[in-house]
């Protein structure tokens, strides 16, 4: 059974900082592109930063760009995204994806394993 498992949300205060992290199993991350995509209620979900399989391309929201960086390390099957200089806006529930693409375009449709997603609340 292909799983994604993320990790790592929770409270934290405006111009903090919190560390995301999307685990596999029952595959290898090896071959897929991997997005974080996050959706506040009441809005659509989003597109928040994708990485291609070899991590040699990355694509942020432009409301992130700057404060926020994916990564992966393939040995551990695992992709991160850290969040740094979080504000309100940035609260959602934030959910990793996999899908088998050359790049790393965040659209939606190109995922197809998605995770049950964790609750990052910015406030104070």
């Known amino acids: 059974q292909l799983q994604l498992v993320e990790s790592g949300g929770g409270l934290v205060q405006p111009g903090g900082s919190l560390r995301l992290s999307c685990t596999a199993s029952?595959?290898?991350?090896?071959?897929?592109?991997i997005g974080w995509f996050r959706q506040a209620p009441g809005k659509e979900r989003e597109g928040v930063s994708c990485?291609?399989?070899?991590?040699?391309?990355?694509n942020y929201a432009d409301s992130v760009k700057g404060r926020f960086t994916i990564s992966r390390d393939n040995a551990k099957n695992t992709v991160y995204l850290q969040m740094n200089s979080l504000k309100p806006e940035d609260t959602a529930v934030y959910y990793c994806?996999?899908?088998?693409?050359?790049?790393?375009?965040?659209?939606?449709?190109?995922?197809?394993?998605w995770g049950q997603g964790t609750q990052v609340t910015v406030s104070s």
């Open positions: 990485i291609s399989s070899t991590g040699g391309s990355t």
């Open positions: 029952g595959f290898t991350l090896d071959y897929y592109a």
């Open positions: 994806a996999a899908g088998r693409q050359y790049g790393s375009s965040c659209a939606p449709f190109l995922y197809n394993v």
